[in-house]
């Protein structure tokens, strides 16, 4: 169960919650893609809203796509590209 602090943080700091289609236009997945994350563990879950409602914190959204920008770097850095820079830079390649 929540704590009640837990909640006076959350309104203290505006916490929004975004529901699917936002997260999909946040993040650039589709539904099935940001569901099989969630499964694997690999995105953050939905908190219920409803009975059938469901929806993200924007904080833990954008921690996501920071976590993602952050390896991607990291790769970079490196000097190892993204498998799905890589990919990109192959076509590039063929297309020449």
């Not at 236009?25 to 994350?37: C, D, Q, T």
Request: hydrophobic residues 45%; positive net charge.
């Amino acid at each position: 169960m929540t704590d009640f602090t837990d909640y006076q943080n959350a309104v203290a700091n505006k916490v929004r919650i975004l529901r699917l289609p936002d997260v999909m236009e946040r993040v650039g997945l589709r539904r099935a893609s940001i569901y099989s994350h969630m499964a694997q563990g690999s995105f953050p879950k939905p908190i219920a809203l409803g009975a059938r409602a469901r929806g993200w914190l924007e904080s833990e959204i954008d921690t996501w796509i920071a976590v993602r920008i952050a390896a991607r770097e990291v790769c970079m850095s490196n000097n190892k590209v993204a498998p799905t820079l890589a990919v990109t830079a192959s076509k590039n390649t063929a297309d020449a």
